[in-house]
């Protein structure tokens, strides 16, 4: 069985190295495809050391988008992982982020995916028809305009964005007009880091490409948390499997817990495939959680 590791990653260039290396077992013929955020130093500065891997099955975007969170860039981002992912032959794509380690062995791994003899599930955690407003709305701040060294007077022109976002899509539900849906259906919510059988991952590419080029993804809010997961939660329900993701959102907020050494526990008992948020500079704990 063949993997790719598709990784979007913009900082802790050591890290991220150690992480590659992990993963390209030299007993596999496995790949990783990279995605280095074209703003990020990785990019700017590092990305010929990453190209350079001495396993010859790193492949590098060659043309990486400049990724903004909760914006459309992010699915830009992802749909370059996917295309470039199946330029190769593999059996299952994993998506993961340079803060994301695997907790568990590659022959586990192999071993839960062939418990499903022929079923080839997606693994993705969907959470339902949750924040339809991110999608249906028009979110005008997706971008937020700023004026340099000027900070308060950015805090307002932000602050004007969001209030013309809501005012216009009050208005435009008074008159009863609403954006288009994916297949008529509604949208989903789910995490963004998943692992998908090549069919899945042919599939999923092209629906979001077209979705793209119609220009639905625009003035979206965070449509990396409902594009990707819609599309597979709608074409292939009766595949879905939880992700095999370790991810800690106990604290609340925007992002979750990033994981240190009490959590060592957690993550053992957990049945999961790869754990995140993870920082060697905070706590390289992760590094002896076990041979990959």
Known sequence: MRFVFAILAHAN???????????????????????????????RHQRDRFAAHPSGRLRLVMHPTKVLWAHRSLVEAQQLLVREALRADFDYFHLLSGADWPVCS???????????????????DLWGELQEK????WWFDERGLSVPGCNRLTENIQRAQTRLSWSFSKIMRGAGIHRRRYAGSRWLKGSGWFSVPRDAAIRMEREVTRLQKSGRLVFT?????????????????????????????????????????EDTSAITASNAWFARKVDAGTDP????????
């Open 13 to 43: 260039a050591d890290q991220l190295a150690r992480l590659i290396d992990t993963l390209l077992a030299p007993d596999s013929d496995d790949l990783v495809v990279l995605h280095l955020d074209r703003r990020s130093d990785l990019w």
């Open 106 to 124: 590659r022959s586990r791994m192999v071993e839960d995916i062939a418990s499903f003899a022929n079923r080839k599930p997606v693994f993705a």
């Open 134 to 137: 991110r999608m249906d709305d």
């Open 221 to 261: 809010q965070c449509p990396d948390e409902h594009v990707c997961q819609t599309v597979l939660g709608r074409l292939f329900a009766d595949r879905i499997e939880p992700a095999r993701r370790f991810i800690d959102w106990s604290g609340g907020g925007y992002h979750p817990k990033l994981l240190k050494t």
């Open 285 to 292: 704990f992760f590094y002896q959680l076990g041979r990959f």
